[in-house]
């Protein structure tokens, strides 16, 4: 079991920056992927980035070039820096963990186990 607690979100003009926070209890925290996901009004939960303890990230296109994940294993947190914030990336954002994930490259929200409570991020001036 991990549970999983976001932080950073808020209001932020176009072209600005936001940094998210997802702390996770539990003493395992270096065998979960996690991941980030979106969901704007009226749509779908989507994917944003996925992160493994070994280093490796994956990003939807959509947000590529834009967006870093990163974690500190020492601190059980995974971090998701939004620079270049458009309108468009307006958003409840959420943490997602899944256990022993693996290699392979999980997209689609059913494939994580938990899940933060989610942070708004709002993009408009």
């Known amino acids: 079991q991990v549970q999983l607690v976001e932080s950073g979100g808020g209001l932020v003009q176009p072209g600005g920056s936001l940094r998210l926070s997802c702390a996770a209890s539990?003493?395992?925290?270096?065998?979960?992927?996690m991941g980030w996901f979106r969901q704007a009004p009226g749509k779908e939960r989507a994917f944003v980035a996925v992160?493994?303890?070994?280093?490796?990230?994956y990003y939807a296109d959509t947000v590529k070039g834009r967006f870093t994940i990163s974690r500190d294993n020492a601190k059980n947190t995974v971090y998701l820096q939004m620079n270049s914030l458009k309108p468009e990336d307006t958003a409840i954002y959420y943490c997602a963990a899944v256990n022993f994930g693996g290699p392979i490259i999980r997209e689609r929200a059913d494939e994580y186990d938990y899940w933060g409570q989610g942070t708004q991020v709002t993009v408009s001036s």
């Open positions: 539990g003493r395992t925290f270096t065998t979960y992927v």
């Open positions: 992160s493994w303890s070994g280093g490796r990230t």
